[in-house]
């Protein structure tokens, strides 16, 4: 039996599929003139049809024998950062005001296992950024874009459009990847929302709402909010599932004025603990 070959390292699935790499370029680079930020180039089969366009380009990786080999392939193109760091340690917002006085294009080849992660951090630097582009898991992809009554519609849904208008662009399937991952990706873009109202108490609320999937409304929140007041609501008698933003939003001012929470905010869980 032959050995077997040996996975890179941090469970990387690199792009390969020049066809989609240049499908996903030609998706992001709006407006012309925004600064892109690259997430995981990898071996940077992305960053070469990014840096064909001539948009400022910085690129993140956190491997260092990637990176070294991004720096030597880009060295002297002055439009080409190449950064070793996580994403995840970045502080996001102050990134892109050095490197641009307008907002900036995220995108990227996201490893599967820490999708999630990186699109609340994106959220979290939504004021400073026109919209993402990203290619991950096609599971991951229809949550986001899920929308009420449907199957895969939950926390990370609302939270999503909460911040952007997510879309679904197409499927890409494993054998474009090197080595191919046992699933389906999908390229999804988040156009980033001008008007985003996203108190952490609210926040804090939705995450409430889709902790148990399959209870009421009543009994997710009567927790942090009465039960005499919660029945005053007939929206209660709905799971998170049926609702959509508005609904919920308009549910929670409902809330909110006819009586205080009882929970502190401290006391509810970290936003990261509830995915769906």
Known sequence: MPPRKARPPLGQHFLRDASVCARIADAIVSPPEAHVIEVGPGRGALTGHLAAKGVPLTVVEVDEALADGLRQKYEGQARVEVICADILDIDLPDLIVQRTTGRAVIAGNLPYYITSPIVRTVFSAAARIEQSVF??????????????????????????RLHAEPELLFSVPPEAFQPSPEVTSAVVRLRIRRDIHAAPRFIDFLQRCFAHPRKKLLNNLCGIYPRETLRRSPETELRAQQLDLEELRTLWTTLEEASPPRIARSRLPPHGMIDR
Not at 140 to 156: I, N, P, T
């Open 135 to 160: 290619l991950i898991q096609k599971e991951v992809a229809l949550r986001l874009v899920a929308r009420k009554d449907s199957r895969d519609y939950g926390f990370l849904s609302v939270l999503c």
